[in-house]
């Protein structure tokens, strides 16, 4: 018999950190730290506005770009929230979750050979969507010192004739970091001059924590929406991963291709989630503004607790995780979370699985409830204090 | 601030202040002299338990009992109110619009005892008008609180 498989998707590797989910899931007192996702349900009044419109018999496609009600409360949320102005009719698609987006837009610009600048550590779905498309991920690690935030230095240096996109990951998982105005402004400056495209993965734009570090869209800086796909979604802000429902926003030019691979591949998003993220867009801020309040409390709580360990962390200011240095002892990232996960108990990810850059570093999520939290903190806290010992 | 810290603590009001204190990212001092501000301006009225007697095995009957009443002269419904919400068995007394002017809602150990107190010592205050007692018989939410188990943590490891 032939080889019934794609030699590209043969040799793209599965991530490797899914053996140590699976040890976390057998044990069955562990506490995790790990999940990617918010601890809170879904605000009750967009449940029930899913529910209403099942009730109602709403149970047909809607047009592949998205319900058009919608993509019109999308556009005003963008520009009531980062001073993003979209068409609602051509530079709107609504797709599967911000990952669908990924796919499409990548799939959409890129020609085999075009290389894609994916900064990491990061969330693991760029390197693999970029070789999907045809396309040559090239690395770009991000490091410790600069608060994990990409550089205009970085960025130059990464350059070649071959550059299409960089995929910009901020606020980003795992690190936390966010991408300041003047970060994005730098930036900008280099994407212009070489002629590149931006990818920005804006998912955890809503969650960022200090008031003059608000989320800035890159696609709202002069020069800057021309070139330009942002993609977002309700997963995140408005803790509605299970419905599956995200967002492109860009240039007709680009929206209308990356539409055509919607159109034959997904046909629509589901009806039931657009319904019910209509509700998020309308009356959905406050809910929004209230798990952000709570996030920032255990944001700052898990800091206060580092600097009482003597763990080194940099202070993130977005999403809802916190990536502390675990260098000091001597560990991989794999081992010490590993070892952790053994002695007491207590599920990490290791910041490898987002990349080499991550190595030395361990993802803590805080997307649990305090309680949880404290409990997971103090275990940690036994864990480095008998590694100490030791090494002494 | 303030409205930081009462959403909080509504939520949770045996918080430790240190922890709150970190949380809100301000001094432990703060909070605390906020706290006591607010206490003494009866912002905060008091810090209560929320408990279900069922399942402690307690006996209580609950009832919300709706009153009218004719207002006197001068004093609105405050007087008529007063003399109710002085007796210890009245849990809460609130001026209702619509069909009735107040609501009262009364905790005692059995329905007799609840029953005797709205005959005897409701019902005869000369400007009680009407009565109407309703008995709660399942408490699914209180004080926005859902009295059910919470539910199981489902949410997977994923990256």
């Known amino acids: 018999m032939r080889d019934p498989l794609s030699k590209t998707i043969v040799n793209i590797q599965p991530s490797g950190i899914r053996k140590f989910f699976d040890i976390v899931s057998e044990m069955e007192d562990a506490i995790s730290l790990g999940v990617g996702e918010p601890d809170f349900d879904t605000p009750w009044h967009i449940r029930d506005e899913g529910i209403y419109s099942l009730e109602k018999g709403r149970t047909f496609y809607t047009s592949n770009a ?22 609602f009719n051509k530079e709107i698609l609504v797709t599967i979750g911000g990952s669908e987006a990924i796919d499409i837009a990548l799939r959409a610009m890129l020609d085999p050979g075009d290389e894609v600048l994916i900064p990491q550590p990061s969330y693991v779905s760029y390197v693999p969507c970029a070789i999907l498309a045809n396309g040559t991920p090239v690395i770009i690690e991000l490091k410790a010192e600069n608060e994990f935030r990409l550089t ?87 803790a509605m991963t299970g419905w599956r429902l995200g967002y492109a926003c860009g240039p007709e030019v680009i929206i209308k291709q990356m539409l055509k691979i919607h159109q034959f591949a997904i046909m629509c998003a589901p009806t039931t989630s657009q319904y019910a993220a ?13 798990m ?17 360990m003597g763990l080194e962390c940099f202070e993130p200011f977005g999403a809802f995780y916190v990536f502390p240095c675990i260098k000091e002892f001597g560990m991989t990232s794999d081992e010490f979370a590993t070892e952790l996960l053994k002695a007491k108990k207590v599920a990490v990810v290791p ?42 | 601030m303030r409205e930081k810290i009462l959403t909080f603590i509504e939520k ?8 709150l204190a970190i949380m809100l990212g301000v001094e432990e001092a703060a909070v605390v002299n906020e706290l006591e501000k607010m206490e003494k301006e009866r912002i905060i009225c008091g810090y209560h338990t929320l408990i279900d007697w069922d399942k402690a095995g307690i006996e209580k009957v609950t009832a ?20 109710i919400y002085n007796y210890p068995e009245v849990n809460s007394v609130y001026l209702i619009s619509g069909g009735f ?19 005897d010592k409701l019902s005869t205050l000369d400007q009680v008008l009407s009565t109407k007692t309703n008995f709660i018989l399942k408490k699914y939410k209180d004080h926005g609180t859902i009295m059910a188990v919470p539910s199981k943590d489902e949410r997977i490891m994923m990256i």
């Open chain 2, 64 to 83: 919300m009992i709706e009153v009218r009443v004719t207002p006197q002269r001068g004093m609105g419904f405050d007087k008529i109110a007063e003399r």
């Open chain 2, 12 to 19: 949770n009001s045996r918080i430790d202040l240190n922890e």
């Open chain 1, 351 to 392: 910041g490898t699985a987002f990349g080499d850059s991550g190595e030395g570093f361990i993802r803590i999520s805080y997307a649990y409830s305090l309680d949880n939290l404290k409990l997971a903190i103090g275990r940690i806290e036994e864990f480095i204090t008998e590694l100490r010992e030791k090494r002494q």
């Open chain 1, 152 to 238: 205009a230095e970085e960025l130059e240096a990464a350059i070649t004739p071959k550059t299409k996109i960089l995929v910009l990951p901020f606020p980003n998982n795992p690190t936390g970091a966010v991408m300041e105005r003047k970060d994005l402004e730098a930036i900008a400056e280099v994407v212009i001059k070489h002629d590149l495209f931006v990818l920005s993965d804006e998912i955890y734009s809503e969650l960022t924590y200090v008031e003059d570090t608000k989320h800035v869209s890159i696609a709202s800086l002069p020069g800057m929406k021309e070139r330009t796909i942002v993609i977002n979604g309700f997963s995140k802000s408005h």
């Open chain 1, 278 to 290: 209509v509700e998020a867009m309308r009356n959905g801020d406050e809910d929004v503004a209230a």
């Open chain 1, 66 to 87: 998205g319900l058009k009600e919608l993509k019109v409360e999308i556009a005003k949320f963008l520009k009531r929230r980062y001073e993003l102005e979209y068409d």
């Open chain 1, 292 to 308: 952000r309040e709570e996030y920032n409390g255990r944001r700052r709580f898990l800091m206060h607790r580092f600097k009482e």
């Open chain 2, 101 to 119: 002017d107040l609501m009262v809602t009364l905790e005692g150990r059995t329905l007799r005892e609840v029953s005797q107190f709205v005959t």
